[in-house]
């Protein structure tokens, strides 16, 4: 029995040991289960918490864009005022930041067309995460008021002692006064009252303000066309297919840097845009006989940045073939679609499309014009029967550049940026 006792003595601190180990490892293993459910929840945290801050984060970028076009709305002069490149840097929002850059992806500069887009970068961010979104806001066109008016002008409109005038189809409208000491057969429009006189349509005083052209528009313009010789222009043909002094430029733009001397176009027949320039104190006379007209539907006819008179007396005189001795509707310039090869034909005395003097006009003759006439300076009617056929086709066709721009958020340019 003493031997059988001090066996089972021996065995029972074993079975104390197994048990120890076993709870321990229970323990440890309770242990590891719980720091890893401590850990697995800190992840899931910390997972949620980061995609709540790139959700946020891309809510900022978006935002930053949508600051870009109430900036761009607030501010007329916002293409100077604004740089190309960032427009705003770290700008605390919520619980971050953001940052708006705004580029003129055509050229890299804002500043020389109006009619050019802007392309936005908005990065916004939140703690670690970062959103980068990009959108392109487009220049919409819309036509200038002055391009609805037979007569647009900046300065006044004068009428002078017992002359007539007539316009047809809109009437004429001046951002100054009307000082009308004969007969305007027609409608008139003015923002400050005036001399009346005789008006036989509606007159309207206290007017809506007409907006003039962009300063830039003539350049944008002579940056596509063709040079030619300063001087007059007196028996020529210069249209797309012609051009007597070289090339033709296809669109039938053609550009004469006058300067410091007059010009007069006469016995000319001109299909296409002609911008003549020249200093102040000159002038372009249009004498008899010309037939202008614009070749594209959506380009003036002619552009003068100075002073322009038209002494075309449309009521009594003609463009002819025989007394110029040119042929005006050769093969590679039909009028009205006929061409041939002979100096026997006769074409109107008139101007035809947008007419557009960045100087005074005035007018001496009784010069018929089947468009409409913008003035940036005065307008002075100095005879009697000229007239303004008004075309609604000069509003409606949009002519480069004379417009204003609507800048609009474009629907299918926002795209998130990875990896910049």
Known sequence: MVIHDSIFARAHPRRRGSMYLAVLGTSMLVTVVGISAVLATRVERRTVQDANDLTEARLYAESAIETGMYLIQSDSHWRTNRPNGNWQTNISYGSGKYTLAG???????????????????????????????????????????????????????????????????????????????????????????????????????????????????????????????????????????????????????????????????????????????????????????????????DYPAIIVDGAADFSMTSSTTSLMEASSGTNFNPANSPYLGAWNANTLDTYPNEVWGLVHIRGNTSISASTRFHGSILTEGTFTVKISGAEVDYDSSIFNNKIVGYSTYQMTLTRGTWERVVNP
């Open 103 to 297: 580029v003129d992806p055509t050229d890299g500069d804002l500043t020389d067309s109006q009619s050019e887009p802007v392309l936005f970068t908005g990065t916004g961010t939140v703690r670690n995460a970062t959103y980068i979104v990009k959108a392109t806001a487009n220049a919409n066109p819309i036509p200038l008021d002055a391009l609805k008016k037979s007569v647009a002008a900046n300065g006044d409109i004068t009428i002078n002692l017992l002359k007539s005038f007539t316009v047809t189809g809109a009437p004429m409208a001046t951002n100054g006064k009307l000082v009308n000491f004969g007969t305007v057969n027609g409608a008139v429009e003015t923002v400050v009252a005036g001399t009346v006189g005789t008006v036989t349509g509606l007159y309207t005083a206290g007017a809506p303000t007409l907006t003039m052209p962009d300063a830039n528009l003539i350049n944008n313009y002579i940056a596509v066309a063709t040079t030619i010789p300063t001087g007059d222009i007196d028996k020529r043909l210069l249209t797309p297919g012609s051009n007597p002094w070289g090339t033709a430029n296809t669109d039938g733009v053609y550009f004469m840097n006058a300067v410091n001397t007059d010009v007069t176009v006469k016995q000319s027949r001109i299909w296409g845009t002609l911008i003549i320039r020249i200093n102040a104190g000159r002038k372009v006379t249009f004498a008899d006989p010309n037939l202008i007209q614009n070749y594209r539907a």
